[in-house]
């Protein structure tokens, strides 16, 4: 072997070497502090943002200087890639050693975690940081699609269903879900929005069967036996009073909500959605959206849910992986996430719990051309229970999806 | 000879059966990782009573009819139009000039890693591409795009189109090595004498012989056409998509009993390109009968140039379209703001490569460790084995050859993710090694048939020159094969580099996400629809395979000259 590649394969090596020791939860968040040091944390994540992907990087940076921690971004094109890991180490019958350390999860994949035992905790209690979250005003934070979190997994930020529009070119976009087949009638092929099972895509749905629903309270249990073919028709006649307008006639649909961005930058539709209500300041700041787009919200309020950090059953380093998902939650690390300029996902604290100068860091942030104050933010409706979503999502298969 | 030298023969006798253990192990295991889970065995979620549980899931799901229609169809026609387009053009234009200049082209166009290609291409033709941004506003009057199903069309055309622009040239490839087995200049000079064009007489005369050498190389295309998963994410349609996108969506989904219907259509993937390997095999026998008496009833032909010139511009479009693709990904990653319909982007900036040149570096350096080191084994292995030939005086039985196909025959998406099972109880996954062996897998088949003939056509009297000189068998290979071979032993390095650096799914799989690769890189870019981030990736990931062909043709033309330089 030439020196070379002897060279380029050390590093190859230094690069993924992980440490492999079995770890177990410790039982105060100062032993984790004390444990941490020097463990190697691999974080699985979404990596398709790079502003996010950099935003990790930051905080690499940040829990080694302070903790001793190596946190190596592991980029997910799907989370639940990371669930189907996991999934297949307790197949293999690895219950230590694990490859997954932290990951960056809500909703469906973490139902299906917590259900199946891969997850380790509770350890959301144990964090210091956790203290400062705003549980009783951000009632998500505890309670993800109706499913208790019960301290195995940390909230990290918020959400909320915000709807994009150009203002050049659409002034008065429609702002009731009973209003867009009529706007998409009159703006044929103007929009869309991405299929499930993408999360975006599906969060539209909700949307539209919240605002479809008779009782909307039923969402928040799971339904009866055929309950859900029932009670969605209206969702089923309003979405075929839209499809015929959409764009490509509803035959086709985007991938994601960054594939609706993009559509929407390209100019192929004029109304667009996202699940971070500081998406679109902080995409036209990276020159990936028109400075004309602004955003708004339906009408009675939209759907809202928390974003969270979980450590799987069989992590390596679960000390440091507590120290991480504390430093993520951290006013500093808060305070730059929901920088428009930087990520812009909003934080989970509470500016009444933070000391005097760690609110400052909040209140010096710029707001975003596009982003919504609170107030305007309007109501956060409920994430449905899980078992809703899946029903609905194999009936809009049945009737769109073949 | 002396003992040690015995005894390195000896172990120069493994050599063919430690390379075929090496391919075959984690595809054995893997298949029985996938049938178990199929048939109802999967411990880690509860599902420990076997039966057909997972298959009348699988059955009863609605996009299943629709998946496996298009998983046929692309497969079936995107093998069927690169098979034709390639024959077509060296039955046609194999006595041109133009012949030369392109045959030039096909390797590093070749080199491209499919992922790079689809995403320019989708850059290229999607309603707010570039083509339609060249063409917009002047020829078309769009000034937003038009709302035409020019990406992800349903009928998978696109898909096809990705399929022939990176088979056509493969296939091309290996009707040249092919042919270099025939000699058949002799043979076309007869017919020629007779009156025969050109092109009947390459289609009745060298055709039939061609075409028993071309199958393996023609069934891993259609294999890979019929299970490709980073090409279909990239250019399907979602609704229904392929069968191997809805396996991987099955595979990730957050309800994990749907594991056990993943693996069933798993298998049914297996079933499907096992089917469809027969099936053409049929298709070749019904052939075969029904061109004999077209191929003695002794018309000459006219003299057709405009078939021909139909041909050899279709040829030049797919490279040119390649081409074009891989600019439109080094032109975004460069761009500012680029809306439509601006030809070209209204600023340049280097923000997107300052950003993510330094996140970049180490799955770059990943990719080149991973690249050169499968690479190096692949090359000792394949040298160890043929050396063995050599001096044993057998060659590799047309068995022996299936099996080193083997890799290139299974689905991926069949077998990874039941090999990553067994690596993680072999305690191997998500290291380099277990990464570095599923690159291994699909390196080796690649260098193999690089090299092999090369090496077997060695002109024997050097070798038999320094023998007389007193020469060994191992002073005779590293002073005498090897630097004669150092043309073909870089030509094949640099396939073994390529096809290392395009893998997606192994990587995947088997490095659990630990180490990433610029293919993971590149197609985890696509997930953010950052056109600049994905340029700045894919281009990356493009321009390593091409340093390598660069390379591989440089350095012997250097050393070429150096020697001469030094004769007396």
Not at chain 2, 11 to 36: D, F, H, K, Q, Y
Not at chain 2, 260 to 271: F, K
Not at chain 2, 373 to 380: N, P, V
Not at chain 2, 538 to 556: E, H, T
């Amino acid at each position: 072997m030439r020196p070379s590649i002897a060279r380029l394969f050390a590093l190859a090596v230094l690069a993924i070497a992980g440490d492999a020791h079995a770890d177990s939860l410790p039982a105060r968040f100062e032993d984790a502090a004390a444990a941490a040091r020097g463990q190697t944390v691999y974080f699985n994540a979404w990596g398709g943002n790079e502003r996010i992907n950099a935003y990790i990087a930051w905080a690499g940076e940040r829990v080694r200087a302070l903790h001793g921690v190596r946190l190596r971004h592991v980029k997910l094109a799907d989370t639940a890639e990371a669930v189907a890991r996991v999934l297949a180490e307790k197949t293999a019958g690895r219950d230590d050693g694990g490859s997954v350390d932290l990951i960056w999860i809500n909703g469906e994949n973490f139902a299906a975690m917590k259900q199946a035992g891969l997850l380790a905790g509770p350890f959301v209690h144990l964090l210091p940081g956790f203290g400062m979250v705003d549980v009783e005003t951000k009632p998500t934070t505890t309670v993800d699609f109706t499913i208790p979190v019960e301290g195995l997994e940390a909230p990290w930020g918020m959400a909320q269903l915000v709807f994009l529009h150009d203002r050049a070119r659409v002034p008065k976009p429609p702002r009731r879900i009973a209003d867009f087949p009529a706007w998409a009638a009159a703006h044929p092929g103007r929009f869309t929005y991405p299929a499930p099972p993408d999360f975006t895509g599906t969060t539209f749905l909700k949307q539209a069967l919240h605002a479809t629903i008779g009782d909307p309270s039923v969402l928040q249990r799971a339904p009866a036996p055929g309950e859900a073919a029932t009670l969605s028709r209206p969702l089923w006649d309003f979405l075929e009073a839209l499809h015929p307008y959409l764009w490509r006639a509803g035959r086709s649909f985007p991938l994601s909500d960054q594939h609706l961005r993009q559509l929407l930058d390209d100019g192929e539709i004029d109304i667009a959605f996202s699940f971070n209500p500081g998406e679109a300041s902080s995409a036209i700041a990276a020159g990936l959206l028109p400075e004309t787009v602004r955003t708004y919200v339906l009408d009675g309020g939209t759907i809202a849910n928390t974003h969270f950090l979980a450590i799987p059953f069989n992590a390596s380093a679960k000390a440091g992986a507590m120290v991480v998902a504390d430093f993520l939650l951290s006013p500093e690390a808060q305070a730059r996430k929901q920088d428009p300029r930087i990520w812009g996902d909003p934080t989970v604290l509470a500016m009444d719990k933070l000391p005097a100068a760690a609110r400052a860091l909040f209140d010096a942030l710029p707001l975003g051309v596009a982003t919504l104050t609170p107030a305007e933010l309007g109501p956060a409706l409920p994430e449905p229970h899980p078992a809703w979503m899946s029903e609905i999502e194999s009936l809009w298969r049945q009737r769109y999806g073949t | 000879m002396s003992g040690g030298g015995a005894d390195r023969q000896g172990w120069l006798r493994l050599a063919p059966g430690v390379t075929l253990a090496m391919s075959l192990t984690p595809i054995g295991a893997g298949l029985i990782g996938t049938i178990l889970p199929a048939f109802g065995w999967m411990p880690a979620i509860g599902a420990v009573d076997p039966g057909l549980g997972a298959w009348v899931a699988l059955l009863a799901q609605l996009e299943l009819p629709g998946a496996v229609m298009l998983t046929v169809w692309t497969g079936l026609a995107g093998t069927g139009l690169s098979l034709a387009l390639a024959l077509g053009f060296v039955a046609t234009s194999h006595h041109r000039p133009l012949f030369r200049r392109l045959t030039g082209w096909l390797a590093p166009v070749l080199s491209l890693p499919h992922a790079a290609l689809a995403i320019g291409l989708a850059f290229m033709i999607a309603p707010s591409g570039w083509i339609a941004r060249l063409l917009s506003p002047w020829a078309t009057g769009w000034g937003v795009p038009p709302d035409l199903w020019t990406d992800r069309d349903p009928l998978g055309l696109g898909l096809i189109l990705g399929l022939v622009l990176k088979e056509t040239p493969y296939l091309l490839l290996a009707i040249l090595a092919a042919l270099s087995h025939l000699d058949p200049a002799r043979d076309l000079a007869a017919a020629r004498t007779l009156g025969y064009t050109p092109a009947k007489a390459w289609l009745k005369v060298v055709g039939p012989r061609l075409y028993p050498l071309l199958r393996l190389p023609l069934y891993a295309v259609l294999a890979y056409a019929l299970s490709v998963v980073d090409m279909a994410l990239i250019l399907a349609p979602a609704t229904p998509p392929p069968l191997s996108v809805l396996i991987l969506r099955w595979f990730h989904d957050p309800d994990l009993a749907l594991r056990l219907q993943a693996a069933a259509a798993s298998c049914l993937q297996l079933g499907l390109v096992g089917a469809a390997i027969l099936g053409w095999a049929a298709m070749e026998t019904i052939v075969t009968r029904l061109a004999r008496p077209w191929l003695t009833d002794g018309k000459r032909g006219r003299a057709g140039a405009a078939a021909r010139r139909f041909l050899a511009a279709l040829q030049v479009a797919t490279l040119g379209l390649s081409a074009a693709s891989i600019a439109a990904l080094a032109l975004w990653s460069v761009a500012g703001r680029w809306r439509f319909p601006d030809d070209l982007p209204a600023v340049l900036s280097m923000n997107a490569w300052a950003a993510q040149g330094r996140r970049l570096a180490e799955p770059a350096i990943a990719t080149l460790a991973l690249g050169l080191l499968a690479t190096a084994i692949a090359l000792a292995l394949t040298i160890a084995c043929l050396e063995n030939e050599q001096r044993r005086g057998i060659r590799l039985g047309s068995r022996g050859l299936i099996l080193l196909y083997l890799p290139l025959l299974a689905p991926q998406i069949a077998f990874l993710p039941g090999a990553q099972i067994v690596m993680i109880a072999a305690g191997i996954d998500g290291g380099a090694l277990a990464v570095l062996w599923c690159h291994l897998l699909y390196v080796l088949p690649y260098v193999f048939l690089s090299l092999g003939d090369a090496y077997r056509r060695l002109d024997m009297r050097h070798v038999d020159a320094a023998s007389s000189l007193g020469a060994g068998p191992w002073t005779i290979l590293w002073r005498v094969k090897l630097p004669l071979l150092l043309g073909p032993l870089l030509a094949a390095g640099a396939v073994g580099f390529a096809v290392s650096v395009a893998l997606y799914v192994p990587t995947v799989f088997a490095g659990g996400g630990r180490i990433s690769t610029l293919a993971i890189e590149a197609v985890n870019a696509m997930a953010g629809a950052d056109r600049r981030a994905i340029g700045v990736a894919a281009s990356l990931q493009a321009f390593l395979p091409l340093v390598a062909y660069a390379l591989a043709i440089l350095v012997p033309a250097a050393i070429g000259r150096r020697r001469v330089g030094r004769a007396p």
